[in-house]
């Protein structure tokens, strides 16, 4: 495939995903009512990639995409690892569908038996691709890349469904030097639900206004 149908047909899947999320509700737009995150955040957007796997179809599309994308942007992958929670089962997906061997991270380590934060079972030294949902701020997708790295694993960078692609996201995995990509984006989600009549024109600038500063948003 050339660089310009491949490019294309990433372009085509990031509006498939976007209109995939909008329909079945893993995306909801309300700048007039809007959410508050678990950071305190008010946003006029929330994402739960997690109602996906609950859709065959969708969560097909979401596995050939992630898996077609370790395979376009990294060499030499050994394994995938999941992000707890939303993270796992795309992880177990795409691992199974290239027959690679997975681990998952949790946010802390288990509070009994082994007290283990990574589980799963392959050598040190093992190169991983890490598979989230979602980024938001980057955070918890960086530590546990920070655990993975602990243990004695080599992290090639990060996949995830989407990104609401703020700054502060960006020059986290910078500094971190880990490269990640998504399947979908804020920018798309927004023009796709502008062309598929989820939002009016004129909320636009008040959906661009949230991206551009999220902290003092609402406030």
């Known amino acids: 495939m050339s660089l310009t149908i491949r490019i294309k047909y990433m372009e085509k899947l990031s509006y498939r995903v976007a209109k995939a999320l909008l329909e079945i509700e893993a995306v909801k737009i309300s700048p007039e009512k809007p959410f508050t995150w678990a950071s305190g955040w008010k946003s006029p957007i929330y994402c739960d990639n997690r109602l996906t796997l609950s859709h065959p179809e969708i969560r097909s599309i979401i596995k050939k995409g992630l898996a077609a994308l370790v395979q376009e942007k990294f060499e030499g992958i050994d394994g995938v690892a999941g992000v707890a929670t939303a993270g796992i089962p795309q992880a177990a997906l795409i691992a199974d569908y290239l027959q690679m061997p997975m681990l998952y991270v949790r946010s802390k380590p288990k509070g009994h038996g082994r007290e283990n934060m990574i589980e799963g079972s392959m050598p040190k030294g093992s190169n991983l691709i ?17 655990a993975l790295k602990e243990a004695g694993y080599q992290v090639a960078g990060l996949l995830a469904i989407f990104t609401y692609g703020f700054d502060v996201a960006v020059q986290n995995f910078a500094q971190a030097k880990v490269p990640f990509h998504t399947l979908s984006n804020y920018e798309e989600l927004l023009e796709t639900a502008l062309e598929e ?16 500063n999220p902290a003092e948003w609402g406030n």
Not at 130 to 146: F, H, Q, R, Y
């Open 197 to 212: 009549d989820y939002i009016k024109k004129e909320a636009m600038a008040t959906l661009k206004a949230w991206r551009s």
């Open 130 to 146: 890490v598979i989230e949902d979602l980024i938001s701020t980057g955070g918890s997708s960086l530590k546990a890349v920070d």
